[in-house]
Nanobody, 122 residues
Framework: QVQLVESGGGSVQAGGSLRLSCVAS????????MAWFRQPPGKEREAVAQ???????TYADFAKGRFTLSRDNAATTVNLQMNSLKPEDTGRYYC????????????????WGQGTQVTVSS
């Protein structure tokens, strides 16, 4: 029902920045939550940040102060600005959407993008 397409991944040196974007096939106001998750090499997928229908944001501890989640004016895109990147930020980053919930629980998200790779070199 919802298609999500991520972009903006790439390779960057430690301390650098990347801006990830997720374009949704529906207006964001119809969704309870948009979120970013990531899967580091050899680890489970983990929550990065979420933004609710009302615009409130929640960040994982590792993202606080470095990452910023926002929505565009057209209400079709969410962005994740990532600054001061560290090698441990390396992983595949996924956009996700939910009609009902907004949390870091993967099971609450039924719609996922294909992901975009982020690699941070030391």
């Amino acid at each position: 029902q919802v298609q999500l397409v991520e972009s903006g991944g790439g390779s960057v040196q430690a301390g650098g920045s990347l801006r990830l974007s997720c374009v949704a096939s529906q207006y964001l106001h119809s969704l309870a939550c948009m979120a970013w998750f990531r899967q580091p090499p050899g680890k489970e997928r983990e929550a990065v940040a979420q933004i609710s229908h009302g615009g409130s944001t929640t960040y994982a501890d590792f993202a606080k102060g470095r990452f910023t989640l926002s929505r565009d004016n057209a209400a079709t895109t969410v962005n994740l600005q990532m600054n001061s990147l560290k090698p441990e930020d390396t992983g595949r980053y996924y956009c996700a959407a939910s009609f009902q919930y907004c949390s870091g629980d993967l099971s609450h998200f039924n719609y996922w993008g294909q992901g975009t790779q982020v690699t941070v070199s030391s």
